[in-house]
């Protein structure tokens, strides 16, 4: 009878065993620019991934259930981003870390949002994707671009005590919403705008540009983009031997706008996410991108693990991948996470992120605070 009951046992075990296995897993999209030019800010997001899904999955994963990542390349182009969000949903998974940039996310956001899919980015900042209400959905781990507009011309105008300024746009959503933020700021403090324009993002010179710049006589140059365009700008004015300053956004905060404009990047200014490298957490994250990955993490890499955790634990917390427990679970609990405790807000904006000002000094960003 002893060994009966011992085998019974046994014969449960390895049945539960198996029920626990075919439980269905838990699918994470992770969208955004994985090749492409601007791979440089999505890589590091699908990076930041993978190691929380796998520390997760380490601890026997999320109400006992294994989590997987659907990926999703959308080259940071909208065009692409449609397919990719459809696919995703198709797909079933149940939330999805993305997109990276802002003009992708607006694109992906209508249909997530009609197939119930929870969506937080790390880096897509346009402002309307949460002020506009359109997309109860959406949630971010960094700021809006009119907030980092204004620490940019809050820095311009009071440290720098400048009074003319050229400010240049790539006409998609994500720069031009800082442009116009931008320009809205300034004109508000009585400063000058003497040049308002946008350019055409991919175009192999932007001498003209460059020219108008020039004859503006405008002191410094906010540009709202990303790198490529960033260092052509920057390069032509330098090869000019112009001095005007020039500052951008987070899409100019990257390492990789260093590499391209080589020693004419010296003494651009951007914005960026506030250093929380100190961060207990952050230190964790970094050490952990290193030994996996062979190399110090790039753009919002630690953005991106926190909406990463923010997302699973959120379910956790809901007991249920339920769309509407979930959403009450980000707004009405804080994370611990690398970039600090973070909650959400009604809008799906991080309560507890902050935005700071950097420069490229001896070939590297150094944070000089607001």
């Known amino acids: 009878m002893k060994r009966l009951i011992c085998s019974l046992v046994a014969v449960f075990m390895v049945l539960c065993a198996g029920w626990a296995y075919a439980a ?11 090749s492409g030019e601007l791979r440089s800010y999505g890589l590091p997001s699908l990076e930041a991934a993978k190691l929380v899904v796998s520390d997760i999955n380490a601890r026997g994963g999320i109400l006992g259930r294994k989590v997987v990542i659907v990926e999703g390349d959308d080259a940071c182009k909208p065009e692409v981003a449609a397919n990719v969000a459809s696919k995703l949903a198709t797909d079933g998974v149940v939330a999805v870390l993305g997109h990276i940039c802002s003009g992708a996310t607006k694109t992906g956001l209508g249909i997530y949002r009609d197939a119930n899919i929870i969506t937080m980015s790390p880096s897509a900042t ?7 209400g359109a997309y ?24 720098l005590k400048l009074k003319t300024f050229a400010v240049i746009h790539d006409k998609a959503d994500y720069g031009k919403d800082v442009a116009e933020s931008a320009k809205k700021y300034l004109e508000s403090k009585g400063a000058r705008v003497v040049l308002f324009e946008g350019i055409t993002p991919g175009a192999v010179d932007y001498s003209a540009i460059v020219q108008k710049i020039k004859r503006s006589n405008a002191q410094m140059v906010i540009y709202g983009g990303y790198h490529p365009e960033a260092a052509k ?12 300053l020039f500052i951008s956004d987070d899409g ?10 080589g020693r004419y990047a010296e003494g651009v200014y951007a914005t960026g996410p506030a250093d929380t490298s100190k961060n207990r957490m952050a230190i964790a994250a970094s050490e952990q991108h290193k030994k996996v990955y062979g190399s110090d993490p790039g753009a919002f890499y630690l953005n991106a693990y ?6 699973l634990q959120a379910i956790d917390k809901a007991g249920s991948t339920d769309y509407a427990a979930v959403s009450k679970a980000l707004r009405s609990n804080w994370f611990d996470t690398p970039l600090g405790k973070i909650s959400f807000d009604k809008n799906g904006d991080a309560k507890g992120i902050d935005f700071t000002v950097y420069q490229v000094q001896k070939g590297k960003y150094v944070e000089l605070g607001k």
């Open 24 to 34: 269905e897993p838990i699918k994470l999209g992770v969208a955004g620019a994985h």
């Open 126 to 132: 346009n402002t309307d994707l949460t002020l506009s």
């Open 136 to 159: 109860p959905n959406f949630f971010r781990t960094i700021g809006s671009d009119d907030y980092q507009a204004k620490i940019i011309t809050d820095f311009a105008l009071k440290k």
């Open 233 to 244: 700008i920057v390069m032509g004015m330098r090869n000019k031997k112009m001095k005007t």
């Open 252 to 261: 100019v905060k990257d390492d990789t706008f260093i590499k391209v404009a």
């Open 306 to 311: 926190a909406a990463a955790l923010c997302l």
